[in-house]
């Protein structure tokens, strides 16, 4: 980490810097000072960014930048309730699978390949499509059944780098020589290689994050992810572009909750981008 | 050669078996009949339409029965257009998204290999920086927000485009153009760093060495083997396209594939749902399949491979 603070580029730190923040406000936003996201006030309907509501109001006269700060609690418990699913199903599946008998790392493998062959993406659609009015939506289920399938749309790729990690450690002289003093090959495969395979993993999933973030947003924006009255970056997208007329050129609806999302993800891809370059002696010149 | 691909067919088939299997399930797993959402029917009424559509003879017969209607291409009527059947609606949509995508993909690789070429030419430069940049960027923005500010300023603002619809060449402009921007990003970071590890290759070496101008060489000496790893990545970005074309179908009132898939998501047709996925899994095992017959064509040494 003290290699990572002196490298040149201050961006990396700025990325930090913005996630950080972007986190902070997230968690206090309840204890903030800013009107209600829910509440409407049809005679300030449309009103431009300025006085009163700092980035205007939409089309029900809520306040825009209240209901940026609650859709940045959905969309980030989102993005890491995904990433946490994928880290889990991923690192386990990817150990057993490379440290394992060669014939288990064969049909564990071909799952991967399997699901990766497969559009994922539009059976995740079916599924929500199915949750939809379904009890279970009703129940308040909705949102974690969304959660874990956020999850299980990204955990090959971890699957995948962990495995490969996973064979080459375990041809390791310390490997070894640990399997010849008799230690149960479980303990080597958790006590001894996932602790190494921790910056790999700490990569992986901050490059995973933005992806199920920005998968998150796509759903929600297709009416298919999170449901009203809930909010969240993609829902505010999506109230954005049902309205989006010459007449009503609310631009700042389009524009507000997109740059407050993509902004996030720049900083997720340039520090994760960073991180790896930072941790891959091939890639630091 | 032949074996390899008898190979491919086979696994794809399989692929988009699994798909209808696990497709088939999800739907019937559901609690509640896709009738339930509206209002409780009256008991013999939801009878009737339980038998019109077999939803009463046990769960296998009703998988077979299925399987074997989707593999004769004869799906049966869509639930909430019981006058279309789902053949016809997909059949009517799939011209169009095939246009948008096929355009959106050969604008974005081909784009995108002359960004890489040129960057890879003055590598460090500041043409080469603000590609990178650029690059970036296009991967991870939201389509939605790139489909949004065009349409802000372009259809809006200028008043030189439509804003939505499909009937005219103008109106196909934007939705291509948002759409190709994803991939030509991937391609231009693809194709770079392609050209300039082959460049530091001997071959490139001693091709310069022997008076060979620089654009030359990554021309015709370092760009074939620099598109292995885009040709490679060909079939994920037609998986992006696809789910891309959801979101600018959506934006621009595009009448193909994804906008009645979208519809019937939300409405929970699922006889068009199902019909929708299984069309995509199609597309994007013949994109695969395309993807690795150009590696093979590209790269001799897969070839020696697979005899």
Known sequence: ??????????????????????????????????????????????????????????????????????????????????????????????LLAGGGTARRDNWMMRVVDLLDSVPVVFLVILLAS???????????????????????????????????????????????????????????LWRQILPNLIPTILVTVTLIIPRVLLFEAFLSFLGLGVQAPEVSWGTLARDAFEVLNPVHTAWWMVAFPSIALAVTLLALNILGDALRSDLDPKLRR | MSRLLLKRLGASLVTIWAVFTISFFIIRAAPGGPFDADRDPPPDVKRAIEERYDLDAPLWSQYLDQLQDWMMLDPGPSLRQPDHDVASILAAGLPISLTIGGLALLLGTTVGIFLGLIAALRVGGWLDHLIV???????????????????????????????????????????????????????????????????????????????????RVLFRHCLRPALIPLVATLGPMAAALLTGSLVIEQIFAIPGVGMHFIQGALNRDYP??????????????????????????????LRGDAS
């Not at chain 1, 968690?27 to 829910?38: E, K």
């Not at chain 1, 029900?60 to 959905?74: E, H, K, T």
């Open chain 1, 1 to 94: 980490m003290r290699r990572f603070r002196t490298t040149r580029s201050p961006i990396p730190t700025l990325c930090i810097c913005w996630l950080l923040l972007t986190l902070l406000v997230a968690l206090i936003t309840p204890i903030l000072p800013v009107a209600s996201p829910n509440t409407a006030a049809p005679e300030l309907a449309w009103s431009a960014p300025g006085d009163g509501h700092l980035l205007g109001t939409d089309a029900l006269g809520r306040d825009l930048f209240s209901r940026i700060l609650w859709g940045s609690r959905i969309s980030l418990a989102c993005a890491a309730a995904g990433a946490f699913t994928a880290l889990i199903f991923g690192v386990s599946w990817g």
């Open chain 1, 130 to 188: 199915v949750a939809r009015g379904s009890a279970w939506q009703h129940a308040g289920g909705g949102l974690a059944l969304f959660f874990v399938v956020l999850g299980i749309v990204y955990w090959t790729p971890m699957a995948r780098v962990v495995r490969g990690e996973t064979r080459a450690l375990a041809r390791r002289e310390w490997a070894v020589a640990a399997t010849a003093l008799g230690t149960p090959s479980s303990r080597i």
């Open chain 2, 133 to 215: 940049v650029i690059a970036s960027v296009g991967i991870s923005l939201p389509l939605y927000l790139i489909a949004g500010m065009l349409v802000l300023a372009v259809s809006f603002g200028l008043g030189w485009l439509p804003p939505a619809g499909w009937e005219s060449v103008p109106s196909l402009i934007m939705p291509v153009l948002c759409l190709a921007l994803a991939p030509a990003a991937q391609a231009a970071r693809l194709v770079r760093s392609g050209l300039i590890e082959m460049s530091s290759e001997e071959f490139a070496r001693t091709a310069r060495a022997k008076g060979i101008s620089p654009f």
């Open chain 2, 272 to 301: 068009l749902v199902l019909g929708a996925v299984l069309l995509y899994t199609v597309l994007l095992q013949l994109m695969t399949l395309l993807a690795d017959l150009m590696l093979l064509s590209l790269d001799p040494r």
